[in-house]
């Protein structure tokens, strides 16, 4: 049993000037407030706190660690207040026990690996001295090694919650002695009997290899003597957990696993660490692959060692780390060695920036540019960049400061984010750039009328979310593109009486992308659709013999239309179309005089319906066609306009429309963006006279999200 001189005279060791005092004053108080508790072992309370304290003054800690390891249960188990804590101890201290506290009220209840990231990551979120971390680890290294009083379950529990949490935390922290302490007692407990077996197999092998391990001792130090190099040479086994993963691993027995076996060589610099490697694979071949520099590429917990597996005397391979002192005290200690003789102490710039591996110890870190930041992030608030929030089932997802319900129901699937139309945090109702708060419980409201909105870009935070959003957004683009574009394709080739759906479905449409570098015949209607290539182009490389006529059309275009009576198709004139198929509705059977329309069929000309019928009424509008009956025809004059707008939605249809409404036929219409992320179209269109322009102007100027129109030379 650890006595409280004990840890005295190890703090005064390492740290002489330490403040011997504050340690004992903390005894006393510790004693007093935790009197009359026992533990399960039926030892009084304070025992515990004391063995926690000593584990701290193992890991060379400050006073104020060691003293609030002492007092690390008493805000939670005794009547201990922080103001009585602050007052006698000071801020420093009264922290850390708050800290310690604060991560002992979680209740982890998954096992599930990912869950259990999450967990570690929240305890770091909520802690904000680091130095909490390391006492931590140390109250539960204590809290293990006396689990045997615990009842059944209970030992079952903290074993899981010591294996999935607590011990890939000390290893994150590098500090590697306790990581593997608290797996060997974690196996202990979750696997009673294969641990029983895999104990005592270690121990013969152990007792078998003592003669081996000391001849391959004397081996390597022989060498290091011949080759004038100082070191310290040891030999072990492996522990017993990294045995036992080995066997899960790679599906093998005890005797299967042939490196259990493994040496470290301490040297005094760098430079032996590699002529050191070199003697010993002159010694022994090494087994290809098995070579790591951890030197040169430390681990992110800044390990750094040489390691290599060669095979030994008698065929026997074993593992060698070949390390200096300090990364040997870096190995063992991690993050903790960082902590140690800080007592009112300033760190240099070289310190500072030596402290910049931490940043990559805590990989989870956000953005700190520099170590000086770092180091006071570390004090201050080391994870706030972190939100930690629960699903209604009590999973916990870690999102980033500011995240917002649309960032939570995208982590949890694309679905979900795509539909989320609300939700409710903590029971209320939030809207839907609400900035989540750790501990929250969030549950996401979906409707399948919902979709992903431009405007969400503006206040999600996770790259996930904005990803999918634009993703969303492209596709739907894409999708009303290639709509747009077929339908200004099937007009472009209806005036030139040609098909657009034969053409399309016969695939000259993919031939005709080609010519325009793109993919295929989606991507070609799509461009069209976007107005950066127009349906006439198209139509001219599937014809290039229209070219021509067409070109000689324009010219001859106002006495021809002028010359030209329109009196085709039964008494039918179709606005500036000629020799079009005209069918008359069987739904309606108009009659001449009736108002009517057309409708633009896919392949089958244009189908003749009274104006009120209720199958037009229905009907897509874009597919509608001004029609009368056989009126003499005006002169058209092309003329181009430019209408700057929203780019929303559905916009260059209903521009179209009111272009066509007015009598208006479109020629050409093509569309860009502008830096303000509004729409520009130029249309080329049909118009009578200067009256018959601003007519067209005029109605265009009133569609909502219309800018401005203007008239092109
Ligand atoms: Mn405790």
């Known amino acids: 049993m650890t006595r409280l001189n004990d840890i005295l005279e190890k703090v005064q060791a390492y740290n002489p000037g330490a403040d011997l005092n504050m340690i004992r004053k903390a005894y006393v108080y510790s004693a007093l407030a935790h009197k009359g508790q026992v533990r399960l072992s039926g030892e009084p309370y304070l025992v515990h706190p004391i063995e926690v304290a000593n584990i701290i003054a193992d890991l060379k800690m400050d006073v104020a660690s060691v003293t609030a390891g002492i007092l690390h249960d008493t805000l939670e188990d005794t009547l201990t207040s922080m103001e009585e804590l602050s007052t006698r101890f000071g801020e420093e201290v009264t922290n850390l026990v708050e800290g310690l506290t604060k991560i002992s009220k979680i209740s982890f209840k998954t096992s599930e690996e990912r869950q259990a990231e999450n967990f570690r990551k929240m305890i770091l979120a909520m802690v904000k001295d680091i130095r909490v971390l390391i006492i931590k680890l140390a109250d539960r290294l204590h809290n293990m090694r006396t689990l045997e009083f615990q009842r059944p379950e209970k030992q079952q529990a903290i074993a899981r919650e010591t294996l999935d949490i607590y011990a890939p935390l000390a290893n994150r922290l590098g500090i590697s002695w306790i990581k593997q302490e608290l797996e060997d007692l974690s196996l202990r407990y979750l696997k009673p009997v294969i641990y029983a077996e895999l104990e005592e197999k270690i121990a013969r092998k152990k007792e078998e290899s003592q003669e081996y391990i000391a001849k391959v001792i004397k081996i390597i130090e022989r060498n290091l003597h011949h080759h004038k190099i100082d070191g310290t040479v040891t030999g072990r086994l492996k522990h017993l957990y990294s045995i036992y993963q080995k066997m899960v691993h790679q599906d093998i027995t005890f005797e299967q696993v042939y490196d259990i076996l493994a040496f470290r060589i301490i040297v005094n610099s760098i430079k032996d660490c590699y002529a050191v490697l070199g003697i010993i694979h002159s010694l022994w071949l090494p087994v290809p692959g098995r070579f790591k520099d951890y030197i040169a590429i430390p681990k992110t917990n800044l390990y750094q060692s040489l390691h290599t597996t060669v095979i030994g005397p008698d065929a026997e391979h074993f593992e060698l780390q070949i390390r200096t ?12 060695a960082h902590w140690q003789y800080k007592e009112g102490y300033q760190l240099d710039e070289d310190e500072r920036s030596q402290l910049d591996w931490l940043r990559q110890v805590l990989e989870w870190q956000g953005d700190v540019s520099n170590a000086g930041e770092f180091l006071e992030s570390v004090k201050i608030d080391l994870f706030a960049d972190s939100v930690y929030v629960f699903t209604p089932q009590g999973a916990v997802k870690e999102l980033p400061k500011g995240a917002t319900p649309v960032d939570f129901a995208y982590s949890i699937h694309t679905n979900i984010g795509d539909h989320c139309t609300g939700a409710k945090v903590s029971g209320k109702l939030v809207p839907l750039k609400y900035e989540l708060k750790t501990g929250e419980i969030v549950e996401i409201i979906t409707s ?69 570098s793109l993919n295929n015949a989606d991507n070609l209607v799509a461009a069209i659709g976007r107005g950066k290539i127009s349906a006439l182009q198209v139509l001219y490389k599937l014809y290039p013999e229209l070219r021509k006529s067409g070109k000689q059309d324009k010219k001859n275009k106002d006495d021809s239309r002028q010359k030209k009576k329109r009196q085709n198709n039964e008494g039918i004139t179709i606005k500036d179309i000629d020799d079009v198929m005209v069918r008359f509705a069987k739904c309606c059977n108009p009659l001449p005089g009736d108002p009517v329309i057309g409708f633009i069929t896919r392949g089958r000309g244009v189908t003749i319906h009274r104006k009120d019928c209720k199958h037009v009424l229905k009907s897509d509008p874009e597919r509608q066609i001004e029609v009368d009956w056989n009126l003499t025809q005006q002169a058209i004059h092309q003329i181009k306009i430019r209408i700057l707008c929203e780019d929303r939605r559905g916009m260059l249809a209903e521009l179209s429309t009111v272009i066509s409404s007015e009598d208006a036929n479109i020629s050409d219409v093509k569309v860009s963006t502008n830096i303000d992320r509004n729409a520009v179209c130029i249309f080329e269109i049909g118009v009578t006279n200067l009256k018959h322009l601003q007519q067209v102007i005029n109605r265009l100027e009133q569609v909502k999200g219309v800018i401005e129109v203007q008239r092109l030379n």
Do not use: Y
């Open 325 to 336: 002192e300090e990364m040997h005290h870096i190995a063992e200690m991690g993050i903790a």
């Open 448 to 516: 399948n009328k919902q979709h992903p909105n431009k405007d969400w870009l503006h206040f999600v935070k996770t790259s996930k979310a904005r990803n999918k959003i634009r993703h969303w957004i492209k596709k739907e683009e894409e999708r009303r593109s290639i709509e747009l574009g077929k339908e200004l394709c099937e007009r472009e080739f209806f005036r030139h009486k040609q098909s657009f759906n034969k053409d399309f479905k016969q695939g000259k449409f993919n031939e005709a992308a080609a010519q325009f």
